[in-house]
């Protein structure tokens, strides 16, 4: 258990968006006062807390290279590690993108103890509670710090739910488990009375385990701010994240802890098939080619000995090709079901929540504390309603809506931090599972908890056919939400309004129109890539063809390299079913197997230099994430548009 009152007498990080002043604190030994008016760095993603390469480590190495990825580039190795700092503070949005827990861990190791920002994002704020690692939105403790006062540890547990509160005074998740465990300490009753629920509200009263001894599961009802344990029906990792996890789990529960019914865990080899491709030579003189290899290698020998599925590689003529799939196209295609509660060591398993699923990103923490509990700790989130009505018109598509509506000033502020985006209304159930997905998928985006759409006959016809479910049994278990179901804010977007809408580079919440854009100078592009989870499915196969078929027919060629990446071997398949694989490679487009890839600057497509620009399909452009080059984001229609324009463009255009 932490003490009642703490006391900071390391230096404080003041990340100001001056450089100078950021160089003076690192390097001379600076001490800045807190100044309201000085203007601190938004948006640090967990991408520049540890860049993918630093991820490629998962113990207290981790410390050398924590902030090495933020904008700027001054933060060099060992710098905060050495800088005898205890404190680092930032602006708005602290922690967004990424699940991993690389990150929080970095900044543990390399002695800060506590992180304060505006606000912080969900899960990496919960990463933070698990590990030990404090947080606070309050800035008025910075002058209490200066002046060595102590600080009561209530300060940090102030708005906590009553579990998180118990999590940070046990000092992280595992401690706080062992006295649970232990019936040391018990989680308080959800008394919620009956209510209206949302759909994730009735998933999660559906699953919550309602007493520990017994195993029994459902209460009545929940509400926003509830704390409690549900059941998981669904966990899975990947090889980025499945050693860190594995070492927590036996650090934890001892060398032969087993998991709790592993038929329900899955791994997947998906996140640096393709690395040894575009790894830099700096890179393989770090060791860090053997380093990422032997990711892969400690997640087989896991899953062999576990007992757990693993999706792995694929080879064609002895050779490694890709991967069976990306974990999230997965899910939809072979795992997940309607109503259920899915979780995973990735931001973006909300994905998943296309099919009517409660589906979230954990930390390693959580999930090795899954593997044995198989629950896992929710804070009854609130629901935000995207009512969408009308018909999209030619050439816009589900990315555009998701960058619309991201661009909003609800999200731009972070106020969508921990939200669930509730889709419906016509204009969402008229779309495909592929499109639905793309809006579940970039939920996350938004500083969303999830997204979640209600699953109706597509969904039951796709998973029938897919694998052969009994369907009422998948009608049985779909969720509808109340009528009269409370939300915290509505969206009502008329489809037809929709304009095809980018993300200009360094945030997916930087949406403007395409035709803005066209008002100014043309942004040349360099790379062209189509792929990812988000830009990866069949329907997004069907709009890349479209898109190639008519820039091939006017005599076009492609100016800028361009690339497609398939989702999984399904959608391989059906691309070579529909002659798209002909089509694409006649027209100079270089095809990949499934991966992760360049969204994660892990394969081809990604940028080595600065003054490349990359117009891409994927879900995000943080600073870094895929190279050091910008990153307009866009739809896959606007992506190739843009491969044979030469320039971030339409198919109006061609």
Same mark, same amino acid.
Request: glycine letters at 10%; proline letters at 4%.
């Given at each position: 258990?932490?003490?009642?009152?703490?006391?900071?007498?390391?230096?404080?990080?003041?990340?100001?968006?001056?450089?100078?002043?950021?160089?003076?604190?690192?390097?001379?030994?600076?001490?800045?006062?807190?100044?309201?008016?000085?203007?601190?760095?938004?948006?640090?993603?967990?991408?520049?807390?540890?860049?993918?390469?630093?991820?490629?480590?998962?113990?207290?190495?981790?410390?050398?290279?924590?902030?090495?990825?933020?904008?700027?580039?001054?933060?060099?190795?060992?710098?905060?590690?050495?800088?005898?700092?205890?404190?680092?503070?930032?602006?708005?949005?602290?922690?967004?993108?990424?699940?991993?827990?690389?990150?929080?861990?970095?900044?543990?190791?390399?002695?800060?103890?506590?992180?304060?920002?505006?606000?912080?994002?969900?899960?990496?704020?919960?990463?933070?509670?698990?590990?030990?690692?404090?947080?606070?939105?309050?800035?008025?403790?910075?002058?209490?710090?200066?002046?060595?006062?102590?600080?009561?540890?209530?300060?940090?547990?102030?708005?906590?739910?009553?579990?998180?509160?118990?999590?940070?005074?046990?000092?992280?998740?595992?401690?706080?488990?062992?006295?649970?465990?232990?019936?040391?300490?018990?989680?308080?009753?959800?008394?919620?009375?009956?209510?209206?629920?949302?759909?994730?509200?009735?998933?999660?009263?559906?699953?919550?385990?309602?007493?520990?001894?017994?195993?029994?599961?459902?209460?009545?009802?929940?509400?926003?701010?509830?704390?409690?344990?549900?059941?998981?029906?669904?966990?899975?990792?990947?090889?980025?994240?499945?050693?860190?996890?594995?070492?927590?789990?036996?650090?934890?529960?001892?060398?032969?802890?087993?998991?709790?019914?592993?038929?329900?865990?899955?791994?997947?080899?998906?996140?640096?098939?393709?690395?040894?491709?575009?790894?830099?030579?700096?890179?393989?003189?770090?060791?860090?080619?053997?380093?990422?290899?032997?990711?892969?290698?400690?997640?087989?020998?896991?899953?062999?000995?576990?007992?757990?599925?693993?999706?792995?590689?694929?080879?064609?003529?002895?050779?490694?090709?890709?991967?069976?799939?990306?974990?999230?196209?997965?899910?939809?295609?072979?795992?997940?079901?309607?109503?259920?509660?899915?979780?995973?060591?990735?931001?973006?398993?909300?994905?998943?929540?296309?099919?009517?699923?409660?589906?979230?990103?954990?930390?390693?923490?959580?999930?090795?504390?899954?593997?044995?509990?198989?629950?896992? &700790?929710?804070?009854? +989130?609130?629901? /935000?309603?995207?009512?969408?009505? =009308?018909?999209?018109?030619? #050439?816009?598509? %589900?990315?555009?809506?998701?960058?619309?509506?991201?661009?909003?000033?609800?999200?731009?502020?972070?106020?969508?931090?921990?939200?669930?985006?509730?889709?419906?209304?016509?204009?969402?159930?008229?779309?495909?599972?592929?499109?639905?997905?793309?809006?579940?998928?970039?939920?996350?985006?938004?500083?969303?908890?999830?997204?979640?759409?209600?699953?109706?006959?597509?969904?039951?016809?796709?998973?029938?056919?897919?694998?052969?479910?009994?369907?009422?049994?998948?009608?049985?278990?779909?969720?509808?939400?109340?009528?009269?179901?409370?939300?915290?804010?509505?969206?009502?977007?008329?489809?037809?309004?929709?304009?095809?809408?980018?993300?200009?580079?360094?945030?997916?919440?930087?949406?403007?129109?395409?035709?803005?854009? &066209?008002?100014?100078? +043309?942004?040349? /592009?360099?790379?062209?890539?189509? =792929?990812?989870?988000?830009? #990866?499915?069949? %329907?997004?196969?069907?709009?890349?063809?479209?898109?190639?078929?008519?820039?091939?027919?006017?005599?076009?060629?492609?100016?800028?390299?361009?690339?497609?990446?398939?989702?999984?071997?399904?959608?391989?398949?059906?691309?070579?079913?529909?002659?798209?694989?002909?089509?694409?490679?006649?027209?100079?487009?270089?095809?990949?197997?499934?991966?992760?890839?360049?969204?994660?600057?892990?394969?081809?497509?990604?940028?080595?230099?600065?003054?490349?620009?990359?117009?891409?399909?994927?879900?995000?452009?943080?600073?870094?994430?895929?190279?050091?080059?910008?990153?307009?984001?866009?739809?896959?229609?606007?992506?190739?548009?843009?491969?044979?324009?030469?320039?971030?463009?339409?198919?109006?255009?061609?």
């Amino acid at each position: 258990m932490l003490p009642d009152t703490l006391e900071f007498s390391g230096r404080v990080l003041h990340l100001s968006e001056d450089q100078e002043q950021l160089k003076a604190q690192l390097y001379g030994q600076e001490r800045l006062a807190y100044d309201a008016q000085r203007k601190l760095i938004d948006n640090i993603s967990t991408d520049e807390l540890t860049p993918g390469w630093v991820c490629y480590y998962y113990d207290e190495t981790l410390a050398r290279y924590c902030l090495v990825g933020l904008r700027g580039g001054n933060v060099k190795q060992d710098a905060i590690k050495n800088g005898g700092f205890e404190v680092i503070v930032s602006g708005v949005s602290k922690g967004c993108g990424s699940s991993r827990e690389t990150a929080p861990y970095s900044e543990l190791k390399a002695g800060i103890r506590l992180v304060i920002a505006k606000n912080i994002e969900k899960i990496y704020g919960q990463n933070c509670q698990n590990i030990g690692l404090l947080t606070s939105t309050d800035f008025s403790l910075l002058a209490r710090i200066e002046r060595g006062e102590s600080i009561p540890i209530t300060e940090f547990t102030k708005g906590l739910d009553p579990i998180a509160t118990e999590i940070v005074r046990h000092g992280g998740l595992f401690a706080y488990n062992q006295a649970r465990l232990a019936g040391k300490t018990v989680p308080p009753a959800v008394t919620t009375k009956p209510r209206p629920m949302t759909l994730c509200e009735k998933i999660i009263a559906k699953a919550a385990i309602a007493d520990a001894k017994t195993g029994k599961l459902g209460i009545p009802a929940v509400q926003p701010g509830d704390a409690l344990f549900v059941r998981t029906d669904v966990r899975f990792s990947h090889e980025y994240v499945t050693p860190m996890a594995e070492a927590l789990f036996r650090m934890g529960l001892g060398a032969d802890a087993k998991i709790t019914d592993p038929k329900s865990v899955f791994a997947f080899r998906d996140h640096l098939t393709f690395l040894d491709r575009i790894m830099p030579e700096a890179h393989v003189k770090m060791g860090l080619k053997e380093q990422a290899a032997s990711l892969a290698t400690v997640q087989e020998a896991f899953t062999k000995k576990q007992g757990i599925k693993l999706y792995g590689e694929v080879h064609r003529s002895g050779q490694l090709v890709g991967s069976e799939g990306i974990c999230h196209n997965i899910v939809i295609e072979d795992i997940a079901e309607p109503g259920q509660l899915v979780i995973g060591t990735d931001s973006h398993t909300c994905m998943a929540g296309a099919i009517g699923c409660f589906a979230f990103g954990v930390g390693s923490t959580d999930m090795a504390n899954s593997w044995f509990t198989k629950d896992v &700790r929710v804070k009854v +989130p609130e629901s /935000v309603r995207v009512n969408l009505r =009308g018909e999209l018109r030619p #050439g816009v598509c %589900a990315k555009d809506v998701m960058l619309h509506l991201l661009s909003d000033q609800f999200f731009k502020t972070g106020a969508g931090i921990g939200k669930v985006l509730e889709f419906g209304g016509p204009g969402t159930m008229a779309m495909s599972l592929d499109e639905r997905a793309t809006l579940t998928n970039m939920a996350v985006e938004a500083g969303g908890f999830t997204g979640i759409i209600e699953a109706d006959a597509v969904v039951v016809d796709y998973i029938q056919n897919q694998r052969g479910t009994d369907r009422k049994k998948l009608q049985s278990q779909i969720v509808v939400a109340d009528a009269g179901a409370s939300y915290c804010k509505t969206f009502d977007i008329d489809l037809a309004k929709v304009e095809m809408t980018v993300a200009t580079p360094g945030d997916p919440r930087n949406g403007i129109p395409l035709q803005q854009l &066209r008002q100014q100078a +043309p942004k040349k /592009v360099h790379i062209a890539y189509g =792929g990812s989870c988000t830009g #990866g499915k069949k %329907a997004d196969m069907d709009m890349y063809a479209e898109v190639v078929r008519k820039a091939v027919a006017k005599g076009r060629s492609l100016q800028a390299k361009t690339y497609i990446q398939f989702g999984s071997q399904r959608i391989r398949d059906y691309a070579e079913k529909m002659g798209y694989v002909q089509l694409f490679e006649s027209a100079g487009v270089e095809l990949i197997d499934p991966s992760c890839g360049a969204c994660i600057k892990a394969g081809p497509g990604v940028s080595f230099t600065k003054d490349e620009v990359t117009v891409s399909a994927i879900n995000r452009n943080f600073p870094g994430r895929s190279g050091p080059g910008d990153v307009y984001l866009a739809s896959p229609y606007v992506v190739v548009a843009s491969a044979f324009l030469g320039h971030v463009g339409g198919p109006d255009e061609l």
